[in-house]
């Protein structure tokens, strides 16, 4: 049932997951006050998604995983 429920629903779940993601790089942008003067250390950074984002906003930032493959 749940299959049917979300059939066609991909592009909206994407365009929604877009829209948190902007809104929550918005605020955070604003709570720290980012400038292109500060430094981020992005604790299991992963594929470094969310790093690459802060990257107009911090003049060094730096990655941390614990997996080696997700940052190759």
Do not use: P
Request: net charge positive; glycine share 8%.
């Amino acid at each position: 049932m749940a299959k049917n429920y979300l059939k066609g629903q991909h592009s909206t779940i994407q365009n929604i997951d877009l829209c948190i993601h902007l809104l929550l790089n918005r605020y955070l942008i604003r709570k720290f006050s980012l400038n292109g003067e500060q430094q981020l250390l992005d604790l299991g950074c992963g594929t470094g998604q969310l790093t690459l984002r802060f990257s107009d906003w911090c003049r060094k930032i730096v990655g941390i995983d614990l997996e080696r493959e997700m940052l190759e």
